[in-house]
Structure formats: structure tokens, C-alpha cells
């Protein structure tokens, strides 16, 4: 069995074959889908899809790819629908730095320090966003009071920084980007990090897996993920399932 543990299902980009991507999961034995919350605008379209499709399980954060429309509003918004929903949320996510956008770097930073700081206050987990920003992330991670680790969503990065978050008490997101033959320091990481430490995903419909580039990604690509990862690692294929779908549970709640 497999699980999803990053996938935008609920973005436009399935609004025509959703129900069918579901069920074709369900067929491959991709038993469950989490969701990670974007921008407020989404959660209550992620509740109705939790509502009717039972393999998917959400968390709740502000992206800072979204932060172009933020008001000081939306943080107290957040927390209201956090506490509200906080028997099914698996985290807080999907939240982080990022320094490839446009965002206006001491937004991306307050939005983020907040957001950690109301996973401790609700002892919820983190599902992480980076992008050259892993420094400042495990910098604001090591001074919080975390009750959880939580999941480093599409990690990309060399050995000792993997072994930092691992650290932290996060796992290691592993997408389509081990794929790619230019993706050699993070191969390597992925290689050698624990394998009490790996989660699969997809970032689906992002992150296409290489010979897809330009196409939308779907969660029914997980099986190839992870068949690019059985090439890097020495464990046997069902060690490394097993241990990738315990992975999830042990790293998020209300899985
Ligand atoms: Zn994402």
C-alpha cells in the first residue's frame, strides 16, 4: 500500500477527472491522499472532498506562493479553522520560505514564524515548502517549541542539511525530482539518509516525473516514484513500502 503524502487534488487541474484519479488510486493501492491546505479560499472545497472521498486527509496552512492577496486577517482566520477542524487535520501546511518568488521576503518570514508558532500552540505537525531558504527554515524550526516534526515536502538538498530536518524530527518528502539524472546531490542524500526517514509523493499536479515534463502530474505517478527510489536504496521492495507508509503515519497525526 501506498500513500500520497503531497498532492493538490484539490486544485482546477482535476476539477474534470477527479472522482475517476480517486478511484484509479484506489486501484493501485495509493490508499490515501493528503491534501495540504494552500490558502483559505481552498479549505472549505478540501473538507467537501474529504467528505466524499475517504482516502483523503487534509492539512491546513498558507502557502507563501499565495501570500499576494494576505491580510493581516488571515492568520486569526487560520487559527479559527484549525481549532474548528482539528480532529482531522494530519498538520499545518502546507507553510515555508521560498526565495524564487516574488513574495516580499519579510512577509514570507512572519506569515512562517506565525504559522510555527500556532503548530506548537495546537500540537499539530508541519508540512514544509522550500526553496533555497533551508537555512532560515531549520534556523526558525531549532528556536520553536514543536511538539512534532512533521514532513519536508519535495526535499532537495544535500545529505547534512536532510540529516538536520531529520534531526528535527522530520521525514524526508521524496518526489519525482530523484528522477531527474541532474538531481545528483539529493540522490545522494536520498541514498543515505534512514529509511525510518523516507515518505513518497507526488506534488501532483505539479513536479512532473522525467519523460513527463509539461504534462500534469497525477498521484497515479506515485508507483513510479517509488520505483526510482528502490534504485537508490538496498532495502528489499516491500521493506521499503512498508516503511514508506508507516513513514506518514509516524510523522503526521489523524492519518
Ligand atoms: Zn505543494
New binding site residues.
Partial sequence: MFIDS?C?IDFSEFDLDRADVIKQCNKLGISKLIV?G?RLAYFERQLSLANAFPSIRNAFGL?PYFLDSYQNSHLKKLENSIEKNLETLVALG?IGLDKAISIDWKLQLKVFQVQVEIAAHFELPI?L?HRKSHNEIIQILKQSQLKYGGIV??FSGSLQVAEAYVELGFAIGVGGGITYPRANKTRNAIQQIPVSSIVLET?AP?MPIHGYQGLRNSPLKLPLVFDALTKLREESKEELQEACFKNVHNHLINV
Fill in positions: 503531497h493538490h495540504p494552500t502557502h502546507e508540512i515548502h515536502h519535495a506534488d505539479d
